[in-house]
Nanobody
Framework: QVQLVESGGGLVQAGGSLRLSCTTSIRTFSTYAVGWFRQAPGKEREFVAGINWRGSITDYADSVKGRFTISRDNAKRTVYLQMNSLKPEDTAVYYC????????????????WGRGTQVTVSS
């Protein structure tokens, strides 16, 4: 059974940093793209960042561009989301998801999902 497990969430003050990790059991992980999504209470899930299978193409939502960085280590089957200059509006449950080859902004295109990790940014 394929699993994606997020970790690294927590409580941080505004302006602080967190690094989220998404570790997967997908055997052919090096052929999969990964996206990070988030969902705040009362809001719809939204795309945050994505990275293609090689790590050569990344994409970011405008709201996080310049503050968040997505990267991957295929040998460790792990994708990271470095989040700097965090704002209270970044508070949400963060999910990672995987799909073959190319990342995209539509969550319905993703094949596998993790259970999420809570990020809370206090003002």
């Amino acid at each position: 059974q394929v699993q994606l497990v997020e970790s690294g969430g927590g409580l941080v003050q505004a302006g602080g940093s967190l690094r989220l990790s998404c570790t997967t059991s997908i055997r052919t992980f090096s052929t999969y793209a990964v996206g990070w999504f988030r969902q705040a209470p009362g809001k719809e899930r939204e795309f945050v960042a994505g990275i293609n299978w090689r790590g050569s193409i990344t994409d970011y939502a405008d709201s996080v561009k310049g503050r968040f960085t997505i990267s991957r280590d295929n040998a460790k089957r792990t994708v990271y989301l470095q989040m700097n200059s965090l704002k209270p509006e970044d508070t949400a449950v963060y999910y990672c998801a995987a799909k073959p080859v190319a990342a995209g902004r539509d969550g319905s295109d993703y094949e596998y999902w993790g259970r999420g990790t809570q990020v809370t940014v206090s003002s």
